[in-house]
Protein backbone atom coordinates (compact mmCIF):
# COMPACT_ATOMS: atom_id res chain seq x y z
CA UNK A 1 0.00 0.00 0.00
CA UNK A 2 1.32 3.55 -1.11
CA UNK A 3 -0.79 6.38 0.50
CA UNK A 4 1.30 9.97 -0.47
CA UNK A 5 -0.42 13.28 0.17
CA UNK A 6 0.22 17.19 -0.72
CA UNK A 7 -0.63 19.86 1.72
CA UNK A 8 -4.00 20.68 1.67
CA UNK A 9 -3.88 24.32 0.49
CA UNK A 10 -4.98 27.67 1.93
CA UNK A 11 -7.81 28.89 -0.27
CA UNK A 12 -6.58 32.68 0.57
CA UNK A 13 -5.12 32.97 -3.02
CA UNK A 14 -4.91 31.28 -6.65
CA UNK A 15 -2.47 28.36 -7.00
CA UNK A 16 1.16 29.41 -7.85
CA UNK A 17 3.97 27.70 -8.84
CA UNK A 18 5.29 26.44 -5.50
CA UNK A 19 2.08 24.66 -5.22
CA UNK A 20 1.94 23.27 -9.15
CA UNK A 21 5.95 22.31 -7.94
CA UNK A 22 4.97 19.94 -4.63
CA UNK A 23 1.37 18.65 -6.26
CA UNK A 24 3.46 17.59 -9.76
CA UNK A 25 6.51 15.83 -7.54
CA UNK A 26 3.30 14.21 -5.72
CA UNK A 27 1.87 13.10 -8.79
CA UNK A 28 5.62 11.77 -9.94
CA UNK A 29 5.55 9.66 -6.81
CA UNK A 30 2.28 8.16 -7.16
CA UNK A 31 2.54 7.15 -10.56
CA UNK A 32 5.71 5.36 -9.73
CA UNK A 33 4.34 3.50 -6.87
CA UNK A 34 1.49 2.16 -9.31
CA UNK A 35 4.18 1.77 -12.23
CA UNK A 36 5.65 -0.37 -9.29
CA UNK A 37 2.85 -2.39 -8.63
CA UNK A 38 1.47 -1.08 -5.01
CA UNK A 39 -1.65 -0.05 -4.78
CA UNK A 40 -2.05 3.80 -4.29
CA UNK A 41 -3.97 5.89 -3.08
CA UNK A 42 -2.68 10.32 -4.09
CA UNK A 43 -4.46 12.85 -2.14
CA UNK A 44 -4.89 16.59 -2.36
CA UNK A 45 -7.41 19.30 -1.61
CA UNK A 46 -7.85 22.67 0.22
CA UNK A 47 -7.92 23.72 3.48
CA UNK A 48 -10.82 26.58 3.82
CA UNK A 49 -11.11 27.28 7.70
CA UNK A 50 -9.42 30.26 9.83
CA UNK A 51 -9.48 33.97 10.03
CA UNK A 52 -7.33 34.72 6.69
CA UNK A 53 -9.92 33.38 5.15
CA UNK A 54 -13.13 34.73 7.09
CA UNK A 55 -10.92 38.52 6.24
CA UNK A 56 -9.98 37.79 2.43
CA UNK A 57 -13.33 36.58 1.68
CA UNK A 58 -15.10 39.71 3.56
CA UNK A 59 -12.60 41.88 1.54
CA UNK A 60 -14.14 40.92 -1.40
CA UNK A 61 -18.12 41.05 -0.38
CA UNK A 62 -18.10 36.89 0.00
CA UNK A 63 -19.39 34.90 2.25
CA UNK A 64 -16.45 32.73 4.03
CA UNK A 65 -18.08 29.63 2.24
CA UNK A 66 -18.68 31.05 -1.13
CA UNK A 67 -15.12 32.47 -1.47
CA UNK A 68 -13.64 28.81 0.10
CA UNK A 69 -15.90 27.01 -2.94
CA UNK A 70 -14.59 29.61 -5.70
CA UNK A 71 -10.66 29.41 -4.71
CA UNK A 72 -10.80 25.14 -3.72
CA UNK A 73 -12.45 25.35 -7.68
CA UNK A 74 -9.40 27.22 -8.59
CA UNK A 75 -7.29 24.35 -7.67
CA UNK A 76 -9.46 21.65 -9.05
CA UNK A 77 -9.02 22.93 -11.97
CA UNK A 78 -5.55 23.60 -12.71
CA UNK A 79 -4.42 20.16 -11.05
CA UNK A 80 -7.62 18.54 -14.19
CA UNK A 81 -5.79 20.39 -16.54
CA UNK A 82 -2.19 19.39 -15.46
CA UNK A 83 -3.97 15.61 -15.74
CA UNK A 84 -2.86 15.44 -12.20
CA UNK A 85 -3.94 11.79 -11.01
CA UNK A 86 -4.97 12.49 -7.52
CA UNK A 87 -7.70 9.87 -6.35
CA UNK A 88 -9.16 11.77 -3.17
CA UNK A 89 -9.55 15.85 -3.70
CA UNK A 90 -10.47 16.66 -0.02
CA UNK A 91 -12.48 20.04 1.48
CA UNK A 92 -11.87 21.00 5.11
CA UNK A 93 -15.33 22.17 4.55
CA UNK A 94 -16.92 18.68 4.01
CA UNK A 95 -19.16 17.69 6.32
CA UNK A 96 -17.42 14.01 6.91
CA UNK A 97 -14.49 16.42 7.47
CA UNK A 98 -16.11 18.28 10.27
CA UNK A 99 -17.21 15.75 12.31
CA UNK A 100 -14.33 13.73 12.19
CA UNK A 101 -12.48 16.36 14.00
CA UNK A 102 -14.97 16.70 16.54
CA UNK A 103 -15.00 13.25 16.73
CA UNK A 104 -11.22 13.14 17.39
CA UNK A 105 -11.44 16.23 19.61
CA UNK A 106 -14.01 14.49 21.92
CA UNK A 107 -11.40 11.65 22.24
CA UNK A 108 -8.44 13.76 23.25
CA UNK A 109 -10.37 15.52 25.49
CA UNK A 110 -11.97 12.15 27.61
CA UNK A 111 -7.97 11.05 27.23
CA UNK A 112 -7.19 14.18 29.20
CA UNK A 113 -5.25 15.50 26.36
CA UNK A 114 -7.12 18.64 26.12
CA UNK A 115 -7.89 21.44 29.23
CA UNK A 116 -9.38 25.00 29.28
CA UNK A 117 -7.52 27.95 30.06
CA UNK A 118 -6.52 31.47 29.06
CA UNK A 119 -4.12 32.67 26.21
CA UNK A 120 -1.90 35.45 25.12
CA UNK A 121 0.72 36.26 23.28
CA UNK A 122 1.33 37.61 19.95
CA UNK A 123 -1.18 36.01 17.06
CA UNK A 124 0.07 35.67 13.25
CA UNK A 125 -3.26 35.70 10.99
CA UNK A 126 -1.29 34.85 7.98
CA UNK A 127 0.26 31.88 9.50
CA UNK A 128 -2.26 31.11 11.90
CA UNK A 129 -0.22 30.66 14.96
CA UNK A 130 1.03 32.40 18.78
CA UNK A 131 4.49 33.05 19.34
CA UNK A 132 6.10 34.59 22.44
CA UNK A 133 8.34 37.63 22.79
CA UNK A 134 11.25 36.17 22.65
CA UNK A 135 10.68 34.59 18.96
CA UNK A 136 9.52 37.60 17.59
CA UNK A 137 11.41 39.87 15.02
CA UNK A 138 10.75 43.30 15.17
CA UNK A 139 7.40 42.37 16.96
CA UNK A 140 6.71 40.39 13.56
CA UNK A 141 6.31 36.75 12.85
CA UNK A 142 9.75 34.92 12.65
CA UNK A 143 7.82 32.88 9.67
CA UNK A 144 6.59 35.43 7.30
CA UNK A 145 7.54 38.06 8.61
CA UNK A 146 3.97 39.66 8.85
CA UNK A 147 3.04 42.08 11.88
CA UNK A 148 1.37 40.13 14.86
CA UNK A 149 -1.60 41.33 17.43
CA UNK A 150 -1.31 40.47 20.73
CA UNK A 151 -4.49 38.66 21.68
CA UNK A 152 -5.75 37.13 24.99
CA UNK A 153 -8.69 35.00 25.43
CA UNK A 154 -10.34 32.13 26.72
CA UNK A 155 -8.96 28.69 24.60
CA UNK A 156 -8.14 24.90 25.06
CA UNK A 157 -5.34 23.76 25.04
CA UNK A 158 -3.90 20.46 24.00
CA UNK A 159 -1.07 18.86 25.62
CA UNK A 160 1.89 18.77 23.58
CA UNK A 161 4.49 19.24 26.09
CA UNK A 162 3.48 15.86 26.95
CA UNK A 163 4.38 14.33 23.65
CA UNK A 164 7.77 15.65 24.00
CA UNK A 165 10.00 12.72 24.30
CA UNK A 166 7.53 10.63 22.27
CA UNK A 167 8.52 12.70 19.47
CA UNK A 168 11.80 12.64 19.69
CA UNK A 169 11.92 8.55 20.29
CA UNK A 170 10.32 8.82 16.63
CA UNK A 171 12.78 10.83 15.02
CA UNK A 172 15.56 8.71 15.97
CA UNK A 173 13.54 5.38 15.42
CA UNK A 174 12.19 5.60 12.76
CA UNK A 175 14.19 8.24 11.08
CA UNK A 176 10.87 9.76 9.00
CA UNK A 177 12.38 13.08 8.16
CA UNK A 178 13.32 13.53 4.29
CA UNK A 179 15.71 15.41 3.34
CA UNK A 180 17.82 13.64 6.51
CA UNK A 181 19.58 17.04 6.77
CA UNK A 182 15.79 18.77 7.82
CA UNK A 183 15.90 16.00 11.13
CA UNK A 184 18.43 18.42 13.53
CA UNK A 185 16.65 21.11 12.93
CA UNK A 186 13.61 19.54 14.51
CA UNK A 187 15.44 17.86 17.30
CA UNK A 188 16.91 21.40 18.01
CA UNK A 189 13.38 22.59 18.64
CA UNK A 190 11.83 19.98 20.79
CA UNK A 191 14.69 19.48 22.68
CA UNK A 192 14.45 23.35 23.46
CA UNK A 193 11.28 22.44 25.19
CA UNK A 194 7.48 22.40 23.84
CA UNK A 195 5.18 24.36 25.27
CA UNK A 196 1.23 23.49 25.42
CA UNK A 197 -0.50 24.33 22.28
CA UNK A 198 -3.86 26.52 22.07
CA UNK A 199 -6.53 25.22 19.71
CA UNK A 200 -9.64 27.01 19.92
CA UNK A 201 -9.97 30.69 18.70
CA UNK A 202 -12.85 32.45 20.20
CA UNK A 203 -12.18 35.92 18.15
CA UNK A 204 -13.82 34.77 14.83
CA UNK A 205 -16.46 32.29 13.65
CA UNK A 206 -15.12 30.78 10.54
CA UNK A 207 -14.47 27.15 11.66
CA UNK A 208 -15.60 23.79 13.28
CA UNK A 209 -17.36 24.28 16.81
CA UNK A 210 -16.66 22.53 19.52
CA UNK A 211 -18.35 19.03 20.01
CA UNK A 212 -22.11 19.46 21.35
CA UNK A 213 -20.97 17.05 24.27
CA UNK A 214 -19.02 20.20 25.30
CA UNK A 215 -21.76 22.45 25.31
CA UNK A 216 -19.31 25.72 24.32
CA UNK A 217 -20.49 27.04 21.45
CA UNK A 218 -17.78 29.92 21.30
CA UNK A 219 -15.03 27.87 20.74
CA UNK A 220 -13.46 27.27 17.16
CA UNK A 221 -11.38 24.51 16.62
CA UNK A 222 -7.60 25.92 15.56
CA UNK A 223 -7.39 25.46 12.01
CA UNK A 224 -3.83 23.18 12.27
CA UNK A 225 -5.89 20.76 14.30
CA UNK A 226 -8.54 20.85 11.84
CA UNK A 227 -6.70 20.60 8.63
CA UNK A 228 -4.11 18.11 9.65
CA UNK A 229 -6.87 15.05 10.36
CA UNK A 230 -8.13 15.85 6.96
CA UNK A 231 -5.39 12.95 5.85
CA UNK A 232 -6.96 10.47 7.80
CA UNK A 233 -10.72 11.74 7.90
CA UNK A 234 -10.84 11.65 3.60
CA UNK A 235 -9.80 7.18 4.20
CA UNK A 236 -13.29 6.31 4.81
CA UNK A 237 -14.37 2.92 5.12
CA UNK A 238 -12.82 0.59 2.51
CA UNK A 239 -9.36 3.05 2.05
CA UNK A 240 -8.85 3.18 5.80
CA UNK A 241 -6.74 0.52 4.80
CA UNK A 242 -4.25 2.86 3.41
CA UNK A 243 -3.61 4.54 6.66
CA UNK A 244 -1.16 5.43 7.55
CA UNK A 245 0.79 7.26 4.97
CA UNK A 246 3.82 6.70 2.70
CA UNK A 247 4.69 10.13 2.31
CA UNK A 248 3.34 13.47 3.62
CA UNK A 249 4.62 16.51 1.30
CA UNK A 250 4.87 19.77 2.60
CA UNK A 251 6.91 22.85 2.40
CA UNK A 252 9.29 24.04 4.68
CA UNK A 253 7.12 27.04 6.30
CA UNK A 254 4.58 24.13 7.71
CA UNK A 255 7.68 21.72 8.50
CA UNK A 256 7.03 22.14 12.39
CA UNK A 257 3.00 21.61 12.62
CA UNK A 258 3.85 18.33 10.43
CA UNK A 259 6.33 16.83 12.13
CA UNK A 260 5.61 17.81 16.07
CA UNK A 261 2.04 18.94 16.19
CA UNK A 262 0.98 16.09 13.90
CA UNK A 263 2.70 12.97 15.13
CA UNK A 264 1.61 14.51 18.83
CA UNK A 265 -2.21 14.80 17.79
CA UNK A 266 -2.04 10.97 16.13
CA UNK A 267 -0.71 9.59 19.35
CA UNK A 268 -3.37 11.07 21.68
CA UNK A 269 -5.91 9.11 19.36
CA UNK A 270 -3.63 5.96 19.09
CA UNK A 271 -3.07 6.27 15.47
CA UNK A 272 -0.09 5.23 13.74
CA UNK A 273 2.16 7.64 12.48
CA UNK A 274 3.35 8.06 8.95
CA UNK A 275 6.41 6.24 7.28
CA UNK A 276 7.85 10.01 5.68
CA UNK A 277 7.70 13.63 6.08
CA UNK A 278 9.15 15.04 3.13
CA UNK A 279 10.45 18.56 2.85
CA UNK A 280 10.54 21.02 -0.07
CA UNK A 281 12.44 24.14 -0.13
CA UNK A 282 10.50 27.80 -2.08
CA UNK A 283 10.73 28.45 -5.51
CA UNK A 284 12.25 32.20 -5.35
CA UNK A 285 12.83 34.62 -8.02
CA UNK A 286 16.41 36.84 -7.39
CA UNK A 287 16.96 35.51 -3.99
CA UNK A 288 13.49 36.36 -2.65
CA UNK A 289 10.56 33.82 -2.37
CA UNK A 290 7.57 34.64 -4.44
CA UNK A 291 4.43 36.51 -3.38
CA UNK A 292 1.65 38.07 -4.50
CA UNK A 293 2.86 41.38 -2.67
CA UNK A 294 6.41 41.52 -4.42
CA UNK A 295 4.71 41.19 -7.98
CA UNK A 296 7.25 38.50 -8.65
CA UNK A 297 4.38 35.17 -8.43
CA UNK A 298 5.06 33.09 -11.97
CA UNK A 299 1.78 31.22 -12.99
CA UNK A 300 2.45 27.59 -14.05
CA UNK A 301 -0.77 27.61 -16.55
CA UNK A 302 1.03 30.34 -18.34
CA UNK A 303 4.28 29.02 -18.31
CA UNK A 304 2.72 25.14 -19.20
CA UNK A 305 0.74 26.39 -22.02
CA UNK A 306 4.20 28.08 -23.24
CA UNK A 307 6.06 25.46 -23.23
CA UNK A 308 4.23 22.46 -22.64
CA UNK A 309 2.61 20.73 -19.46
CA UNK A 310 5.57 18.03 -19.83
CA UNK A 311 8.16 20.11 -20.33
CA UNK A 312 7.28 22.21 -17.07
CA UNK A 313 7.10 19.09 -15.44
CA UNK A 314 10.42 18.09 -16.49
CA UNK A 315 11.79 21.43 -15.58
CA UNK A 316 9.84 21.76 -11.88
CA UNK A 317 11.55 17.97 -10.84
CA UNK A 318 15.26 18.69 -12.78
CA UNK A 319 16.22 21.83 -11.70
CA UNK A 320 16.20 22.27 -7.77
CA UNK A 321 17.52 19.44 -5.79
CA UNK A 322 14.55 18.26 -3.41
CA UNK A 323 14.90 20.02 0.40
CA UNK A 324 16.31 23.18 -1.10
CA UNK A 325 15.20 26.36 -2.61
CA UNK A 326 14.92 26.96 -6.63
CA UNK A 327 15.26 30.18 -8.52
CA UNK A 328 12.83 30.16 -11.63
CA UNK A 329 14.65 31.19 -14.89
CA UNK A 330 12.75 30.94 -17.73
CA UNK A 331 15.96 30.82 -19.53
CA UNK A 332 16.92 27.27 -17.89
CA UNK A 333 13.63 25.80 -18.67
CA UNK A 334 14.48 26.51 -23.03
CA UNK A 335 17.77 25.01 -22.20
CA UNK A 336 16.54 21.97 -20.68
CA UNK A 337 14.14 21.56 -23.48
CA UNK A 338 16.41 22.01 -26.68
CA UNK A 339 19.97 20.59 -24.64
CA UNK A 340 18.23 17.20 -22.89
CA UNK A 341 14.27 16.74 -24.09
CA UNK A 342 15.02 17.41 -27.86
CA UNK A 343 18.99 16.52 -28.28
CA UNK A 344 19.09 13.79 -25.99
CA UNK A 345 15.54 11.89 -25.94
CA UNK A 346 13.73 12.94 -28.91
CA UNK A 347 16.77 12.90 -31.02
CA UNK A 348 17.41 9.22 -29.66
CA UNK A 349 13.82 8.04 -31.05
CA UNK A 350 14.40 9.65 -34.09
CA UNK A 351 17.41 7.82 -34.94
CA UNK A 352 16.17 4.56 -33.91
CA UNK A 353 13.53 5.23 -36.08
CA UNK A 354 15.44 6.01 -38.99
CA UNK A 355 18.05 3.37 -38.82
CA UNK A 356 15.50 0.53 -38.13
CA UNK A 357 13.61 1.92 -41.12
CA UNK A 358 16.97 1.79 -42.99
CA UNK A 359 18.45 -1.58 -42.24
CA UNK A 360 16.20 -3.97 -40.81
CA UNK A 361 12.59 -3.28 -42.16
CA UNK A 362 11.43 -1.72 -38.60
CA UNK A 363 12.03 -4.56 -36.94
CA UNK A 364 14.32 -4.91 -34.18
CA UNK A 365 15.75 -7.58 -33.00
CA UNK A 366 17.54 -8.40 -29.68
CA UNK A 367 19.21 -11.56 -30.14
CA UNK A 368 22.75 -10.23 -30.43
CA UNK A 369 22.80 -7.41 -28.32
CA UNK A 370 24.79 -8.98 -25.24
CA UNK A 371 27.39 -10.89 -27.75
CA UNK A 372 28.24 -6.92 -28.71
CA UNK A 373 27.21 -4.90 -26.25
CA UNK A 374 27.44 -6.18 -23.00
CA UNK A 375 29.36 -3.69 -20.93
CA UNK A 376 27.34 -0.75 -22.61
CA UNK A 377 23.93 -2.37 -21.34
CA UNK A 378 25.21 -2.97 -18.02
CA UNK A 379 26.48 0.27 -17.89
CA UNK A 380 22.99 1.93 -18.84
CA UNK A 381 21.55 -0.39 -16.15
CA UNK A 382 23.63 0.88 -13.29
CA UNK A 383 22.42 4.46 -14.61
CA UNK A 384 18.83 2.69 -14.52
CA UNK A 385 19.16 1.35 -10.81
CA UNK A 386 20.44 3.81 -9.49
CA UNK A 387 17.48 6.58 -10.61
CA UNK A 388 15.18 4.48 -8.77
CA UNK A 389 17.41 4.58 -5.36
CA UNK A 390 17.38 8.40 -6.11
CA UNK A 391 13.54 8.89 -6.54
CA UNK A 392 12.35 6.41 -3.57
CA UNK A 393 13.89 9.36 -1.73
CA UNK A 394 12.21 11.91 -3.81
CA UNK A 395 15.99 13.33 -5.11
CA UNK A 396 14.17 13.68 -8.45
CA UNK A 397 16.74 16.14 -10.10
CA UNK A 398 19.06 12.67 -9.52
CA UNK A 399 16.83 10.55 -10.89
CA UNK A 400 16.36 12.22 -14.06
CA UNK A 401 20.09 12.76 -14.29
CA UNK A 402 20.66 8.97 -14.00
CA UNK A 403 18.34 8.61 -16.90
CA UNK A 404 19.84 10.57 -18.53
CA UNK A 405 23.13 9.51 -18.31
CA UNK A 406 21.57 6.01 -19.55
CA UNK A 407 20.29 7.86 -22.50
CA UNK A 408 23.90 8.91 -23.13
CA UNK A 409 25.17 5.65 -23.41
CA UNK A 410 22.87 5.05 -26.06
CA UNK A 411 23.98 8.18 -27.80
CA UNK A 412 27.55 7.75 -27.53
CA UNK A 413 27.61 4.26 -28.78
CA UNK A 414 25.78 5.07 -32.11
CA UNK A 415 28.68 7.80 -32.93
CA UNK A 416 31.39 5.57 -31.21
CA UNK A 417 30.15 2.55 -33.82
CA UNK A 418 28.49 4.16 -36.29
CA UNK A 419 26.01 1.72 -37.79
CA UNK A 420 25.87 3.13 -41.05
CA UNK A 421 29.55 1.98 -41.40
CA UNK A 422 29.01 -1.33 -39.98
CA UNK A 423 26.34 -1.71 -42.78
CA UNK A 424 28.80 -0.42 -45.10
CA UNK A 425 31.07 -2.82 -44.06
CA UNK A 426 28.48 -6.01 -43.82
CA UNK A 427 29.21 -5.93 -40.32
CA UNK A 428 24.56 -5.80 -40.34
CA UNK A 429 24.49 -8.11 -37.26
CA UNK A 430 26.31 -5.75 -35.24
CA UNK A 431 24.61 -3.46 -36.48
CA UNK A 432 21.29 -4.21 -36.13
CA UNK A 433 22.34 -5.23 -32.72
CA UNK A 434 23.67 -1.48 -31.58
CA UNK A 435 20.30 -0.91 -32.88
CA UNK A 436 18.22 -3.14 -30.78
CA UNK A 437 20.49 -2.17 -27.55
CA UNK A 438 19.51 1.46 -27.87
CA UNK A 439 16.06 1.08 -28.44
CA UNK A 440 16.15 -1.54 -25.35
CA UNK A 441 18.12 1.39 -23.48
CA UNK A 442 15.39 4.04 -24.28
CA UNK A 443 12.57 1.78 -23.88
CA UNK A 444 13.84 0.97 -20.15
CA UNK A 445 14.33 4.64 -19.77
CA UNK A 446 10.78 5.79 -21.28
CA UNK A 447 9.54 2.96 -18.67
CA UNK A 448 11.62 4.93 -15.89
CA UNK A 449 10.73 8.35 -16.80
CA UNK A 450 6.74 7.42 -17.66
CA UNK A 451 5.90 9.09 -13.65
CA UNK A 452 7.55 12.44 -14.74
CA UNK A 453 6.74 12.89 -18.62
CA UNK A 454 3.64 10.43 -18.34
CA UNK A 455 2.67 11.56 -22.58
CA UNK A 456 6.06 11.60 -23.86
CA UNK A 457 7.26 8.44 -22.66
CA UNK A 458 3.88 7.04 -23.97
CA UNK A 459 4.66 8.05 -27.54
CA UNK A 460 7.63 6.61 -27.25
CA UNK A 461 6.11 3.30 -26.51
CA UNK A 462 3.60 3.55 -29.11
CA UNK A 463 6.70 4.48 -32.08
CA UNK A 464 8.54 1.25 -30.96
CA UNK A 465 5.02 -1.19 -30.25
CA UNK A 466 5.27 -2.01 -26.46
CA UNK A 467 3.54 -0.96 -23.39
CA UNK A 468 4.31 1.28 -19.77
CA UNK A 469 3.20 -1.14 -17.06
CA UNK A 470 4.12 -2.98 -14.24
CA UNK A 471 4.34 -6.02 -16.42
CA UNK A 472 7.14 -4.08 -18.72
CA UNK A 473 8.39 -2.65 -15.84
CA UNK A 474 8.89 -6.34 -14.31
CA UNK A 475 10.64 -7.58 -17.28
CA UNK A 476 12.62 -4.48 -18.47
CA UNK A 477 13.68 -3.18 -15.27
CA UNK A 478 13.85 -5.70 -12.56
CA UNK A 479 14.17 -8.69 -14.35
CA UNK A 480 16.89 -7.40 -17.39
CA UNK A 481 15.15 -8.97 -20.21
CA UNK A 482 14.57 -7.32 -23.74
CA UNK A 483 12.45 -6.83 -25.98
CA UNK A 484 12.00 -7.33 -30.06
CA UNK A 485 10.55 -4.11 -31.20
CA UNK A 486 8.38 -3.05 -34.45
CA UNK A 487 9.03 0.59 -34.89
CA UNK A 488 6.81 3.38 -36.53
CA UNK A 489 6.92 6.84 -37.12
CA UNK A 490 6.37 9.19 -34.47
CA UNK A 491 6.46 12.91 -34.50
CA UNK A 492 9.27 14.82 -32.81
CA UNK A 493 9.07 14.58 -29.10
CA UNK A 494 10.46 17.97 -28.77
CA UNK A 495 10.65 20.64 -31.18
CA UNK A 496 13.39 22.57 -29.76
CA UNK A 497 12.50 26.38 -28.83
CA UNK A 498 14.06 28.78 -30.72
CA UNK A 499 12.76 31.87 -28.48
CA UNK A 500 13.99 33.15 -25.43
CA UNK A 501 11.77 34.84 -22.62
CA UNK A 502 11.67 38.81 -23.19
CA UNK A 503 14.76 39.73 -20.74
CA UNK A 504 16.51 36.89 -22.82
CA UNK A 505 15.19 38.79 -25.95
CA UNK A 506 15.78 42.38 -25.06
CA UNK A 507 19.57 41.34 -23.87
CA UNK A 508 20.35 39.51 -26.90
CA UNK A 509 18.87 42.58 -29.24
CA UNK A 510 21.55 45.27 -27.55
CA UNK A 511 24.29 42.82 -27.45
CA UNK A 512 23.99 42.92 -31.46
CA UNK A 513 24.76 46.31 -31.48
CA UNK A 514 28.24 47.58 -32.77
CA UNK A 515 29.75 50.05 -29.63
CA UNK A 516 32.21 52.47 -29.74
CA UNK A 517 35.69 52.69 -28.65
CA UNK A 518 34.56 55.17 -26.30
CA UNK A 519 31.83 52.39 -24.94
CA UNK A 520 34.53 49.91 -24.69
CA UNK A 521 36.66 52.58 -22.65
CA UNK A 522 34.07 52.81 -20.01
CA UNK A 523 34.35 48.42 -19.25
CA UNK A 524 36.93 47.81 -16.66
CA UNK A 525 38.22 44.13 -16.52
CA UNK A 526 40.64 43.01 -13.92
CA UNK A 527 42.86 39.94 -13.09
CA UNK A 528 41.62 38.86 -9.59
CA UNK A 529 43.21 36.40 -6.89
CA UNK A 530 40.44 33.89 -5.67
CA UNK A 531 41.21 34.11 -1.71
CA UNK A 532 38.12 31.87 -0.52
CA UNK A 533 35.17 30.28 -2.73
CA UNK A 534 32.23 28.50 -1.41
CA UNK A 535 28.99 26.64 -2.56
CA UNK A 536 25.86 28.76 -1.80
CA UNK A 537 23.64 26.62 0.31
CA UNK A 538 19.95 25.93 -1.52
CA UNK A 539 21.78 26.62 -5.11
CA UNK A 540 22.98 24.06 -7.25
CA UNK A 541 24.39 26.25 -9.52
CA UNK A 542 25.93 29.27 -7.66
CA UNK A 543 29.77 29.98 -5.90
CA UNK A 544 30.39 32.61 -3.91
CA UNK A 545 33.68 34.36 -4.72
CA UNK A 546 36.23 36.18 -2.35
CA UNK A 547 38.44 38.35 -4.97
CA UNK A 548 41.19 40.19 -4.41
CA UNK A 549 41.88 42.60 -6.55
CA UNK A 550 44.55 46.08 -6.09
CA UNK A 551 45.56 47.87 -3.22
CA UNK A 552 44.20 44.38 -1.81
CA UNK A 553 40.41 45.50 -1.99
CA UNK A 554 37.92 42.75 -1.58
CA UNK A 555 35.18 41.96 -3.19
CA UNK A 556 32.20 39.69 -3.24
CA UNK A 557 31.37 38.11 -6.67
CA UNK A 558 28.22 35.54 -7.09
CA UNK A 559 28.51 33.24 -10.31
CA UNK A 560 26.46 30.75 -11.33
CA UNK A 561 29.47 28.22 -12.53
CA UNK A 562 29.01 25.15 -9.46
CA UNK A 563 27.93 22.68 -11.85
CA UNK A 564 31.82 23.06 -13.46
CA UNK A 565 34.04 23.99 -10.95
CA UNK A 566 34.78 22.85 -7.96
CA UNK A 567 35.19 25.77 -5.44
CA UNK A 568 38.33 24.06 -3.45
CA UNK A 569 40.52 23.92 -6.83
CA UNK A 570 39.74 27.75 -7.56
CA UNK A 571 40.84 29.02 -4.54
CA UNK A 572 44.67 30.61 -5.26
CA UNK A 573 43.92 31.31 -8.88
CA UNK A 574 43.80 34.56 -10.88
CA UNK A 575 40.82 34.85 -12.92
CA UNK A 576 39.04 37.91 -14.89
CA UNK A 577 36.30 39.88 -13.61
CA UNK A 578 34.07 43.01 -14.60
CA UNK A 579 35.13 45.10 -12.31
CA UNK A 580 32.89 47.98 -13.01
CA UNK A 581 29.46 46.66 -13.28
CA UNK A 582 26.73 47.68 -10.89
CA UNK A 583 26.30 45.57 -7.89
CA UNK A 584 23.17 43.03 -7.79
CA UNK A 585 21.62 40.88 -5.71
CA UNK A 586 21.61 36.89 -6.31
CA UNK A 587 19.98 34.63 -4.40
CA UNK A 588 20.19 36.80 -1.27
CA UNK A 589 23.65 37.95 -1.71
CA UNK A 590 25.93 41.32 -2.60
CA UNK A 591 27.44 40.53 -5.95
CA UNK A 592 29.92 43.22 -6.81
CA UNK A 593 30.82 42.06 -10.50
CA UNK A 594 31.05 40.33 -12.39
CA UNK A 595 33.40 36.70 -13.62
CA UNK A 596 34.35 35.59 -16.96
CA UNK A 597 33.95 32.49 -18.77
CA UNK A 598 33.65 31.01 -22.10
CA UNK A 599 31.03 28.90 -23.05
CA UNK A 600 32.22 25.59 -24.67
CA UNK A 601 29.28 23.23 -25.67
CA UNK A 602 27.90 22.55 -22.44
CA UNK A 603 30.79 23.93 -20.09
CA UNK A 604 31.71 26.87 -18.70
CA UNK A 605 35.41 27.76 -18.87
CA UNK A 606 36.84 30.51 -16.54
CA UNK A 607 39.17 32.89 -18.46
CA UNK A 608 42.26 33.46 -16.51
CA UNK A 609 45.90 35.08 -17.20
CA UNK A 610 48.22 33.41 -19.53
CA UNK A 611 50.85 33.99 -16.79
CA UNK A 612 50.57 35.50 -13.19
CA UNK A 613 49.75 39.25 -13.08
CA UNK A 614 49.83 41.86 -10.65
CA UNK A 615 46.25 41.61 -8.67
CA UNK A 616 43.90 44.21 -10.28
CA UNK A 617 45.91 44.90 -13.85
CA UNK A 618 43.73 46.24 -16.16
CA UNK A 619 42.70 44.08 -19.18
CA UNK A 620 42.38 46.78 -22.16
Known amino acids: MRYITTPIYYVNDKPHLGHAYTTILADTMARFYRLQGYETKFLTGTDEHGQ??????????????????????????????????????????????????????????????????????????????????????????????????????????????????????????????????????????????????????????????????????????????????????????????????????????????????????????????????????????????????????VDPRKIANTYGLEAFRYFLLKEVSFGNDGDFNEQSLINHINAELSNEFGNLLGRIIGMSAKYSQNYIECKDVLKYFNEEYNQAKKHLKEAINFLEILQTNHYLEELFKALNVANLSISKYEPWNLVKNNANEKANALISLCANILAQVSILLNPALPKSTKKVANALNFEISNETYQKLILNNELLDFKASPCEALFPKIEQKSQKENEIKEESKAKIKIEDFSKIEIKIALVKDCQAIQGSDKLLKFELELDNKEIRQVVSGIAKHYNPKELIGKQICVLSNLKKAKIFGYESDGMILSAKSGDKLVLITPEQLVKNGSLIG
Not at 169 to 174: I, T, V
Open 52 to 297: KIEQAAKNRNNSAKEYADKISLEFKKLWDEFEITYDIYARTTDQKHIDFVRNVFLKMYEKGDIYKDEYEGHYCISCESFFTQTQLINLCCPDCGKETSLLKEESYFFKLSKYQDKILKWYKEADPILPKNKKNELINFVQNGLRDLSITRTSFNWGIKLPKELKDDKHIIYVWLDALFIYVSSLQNENSKFWPAHIHLVGKDILRFHAIYWPAFLMSVDLPLPKFIAVHGWWIQDGEKMSKSKGNI
